[in-house]
């Protein structure tokens, strides 16, 4: 049936399907085929585009995979020292309180050595949007084990799996900041099928939505697959993760609003 489609069919506004954000520039993004990256830079990109606030909003991004990113949105970006993208991201907010700010952070930046930053921005309730990119590994140096790495998981410091009586147990900063009496919105979501990838949209946009309230810290988690570090195809890293990850990283709301 396909080769009796006119392409003038195929191009109608009303059958467009997907459209690139304008947010995103044309630059090919340097993640690994199947990594959750380019997605989750999607749907924020789209969100800042339907929300109309390309122009006030202000990025913040560390050492990391995300480190690029500032090649990817067509934004105010800045670059932080590694862990230290919360405390840029309270220097920008407080010295342009009208801006919407927000961080992107890997797991081995926010849990690792910027687990201090993360948790006193939250606890001061800092006015700002902070985005956790949760794969359990350290995707960009070579794959080696992560605070978020799960117990027996294999990396390449830990290739017998994660030992917890020898390094410790999996970190859940999520849960941790959700006690926080700074946060105000903290969710854990995933872009790995397309409902998922709708419900971190939606998240992003609330978060958004709330700094404008100036109550707290949003602080959105997303479990990510990395294909690469995990050694997996991404079909099969997306399996890995439904089967090991979300058990330990369930997803969903930690903290809403009362008042919203």
Excluded at 31 to 56: F, K, R, S, W
Excluded at 138 to 155: C, F, H
């Amino acid at each position: 049936m396909a080769e009796n489609i006119s392409p003038k069919t195929i191009i109608k506004p009303e059958n467009l399907v997907h459209k690139r954000s304008s947010v995103l520039t044309d630059n090919t993004m340097h993640y690994c085929p199947g990594c959750g990256h380019g997605t989750a830079h999607n749907v924020l990109a789209e969100v800042i585009e339907e929300m109309d606030i390309q122009q006030d909003t202000i990025g913040v991004t560390p050492v990391g995979c995300s480190v690029l990113m500032y090649n990817y949105m067509n934004l105010d970006m800045q670059e932080a020292a590694h862990g230290r993208a919360p405390a840029l991201a309270t220097a920008i907010k407080r010295l342009l309180p009208e801006k919407y700010v927000f961080t992107y952070q890997g797991d081995g930046d926010l849990a690792a050595i910027g687990t201090a930053e993360t948790i006193h921005s939250c606890n001061r309730g800092e006015n700002i949007l902070i985005i956790f990119i949760n794969n359990g590994i350290y995707g960009m140096t070579g794959g080696q084990m992560a605070p978020t790495t799960l117990e027996g998981m294999k990396s390449s410091t830990s290739p017998y799996g994660r030992d917890k009586q020898m390094m410790g147990n999996p970190l859940k900063m999520t849960d941790i900041v959700a006690t926080l009496p700074g946060t105000y919105y903290v969710t854990r979501q995933s872009v790995h099928k397309p409902a998922n990838v709708r419900k971190t949209k939606k998240a992003i946009r609330k978060a958004f939505e709330y700094q404008k309230l100036n109550k707290g810290t949003c602080f959105i988690e997303i479990v990510s697959n990395c294909p690469s570090g995990w050694k997996m195809t991404p079909v099969e890293s997306n399996k890995w993760m439904e089967e090991n990850m979300f058990p330990f990283y369930p997803l969903g709301d930690f903290k809403v609003p009362e008042d919203k």
